[in-house]
């Protein structure tokens, strides 16, 4: 390869920040798109608030299966609140950069909770075949 073409094909210059454009077609009416999300976000926080306290304060659930709920409950709160934020502010404050580091630590945390969900219905699918196959042990 020529001495030409390899300085021709380098660059220098560095993303710093990431332009998110939203749904295309709908600028003039995607702050509208706000309140309905909001109110799933909020529904979904207050929903798996609620199997928290729920399995908490109830004696009787304490059984590998309501605890496995609960645990997934938390990693929903977590996927919720990793997403959602970024969403509405862009649709409500037309927030559409979003800089390298945090883009990397959404997708981190994103990656890491839809694992920890994967995890645990695995979890909860080898209970349930103990649970019929070998029944009382």
């Known amino acids: 390869m020529s001495t030409s073409l390899k300085v021709s094909n380098s660059s220098k210059s560095q993303v710093s ?3 998110l454009l939203g749904f295309p077609g709908i600028h003039s009416w995607q702050h509208w798109l706000f309140g309905p999300l909001a109110l799933l976000h909020l529904s979904a926080i207050s929903a798996n608030t609620l199997i ?5 304060q109830d004696p009787s ?5 309501y605890l496995f709920l609960g645990i997934l409950s938390i990693g929903d709160m977590g996927l919720a609140t990793t997403i959602m934020p970024k969403i509405l ?12 580091p945090e883009c990397f630590a959404q997708i981190y945390a994103i990656h890491c909770f839809v694992g920890m969900e994967s995890g645990i ?3 909860m699918a080898f209970d349930r075949y ?5 029944p009382l042990r």
């Open 17 to 19: 920040e990431f332009i």
């Open 52 to 56: 928290l306290i729920t399995i908490c």
């Open 61 to 65: 659930l304490k059984q590998p299966l």
């Open 89 to 100: 502010a862009i649709f409500w404050f037309n927030a559409k950069g979003i800089s390298l």
């Open 121 to 123: 219905f695995l979890c």
């Open 130 to 134: 103990v649970a019929i196959c070998h």
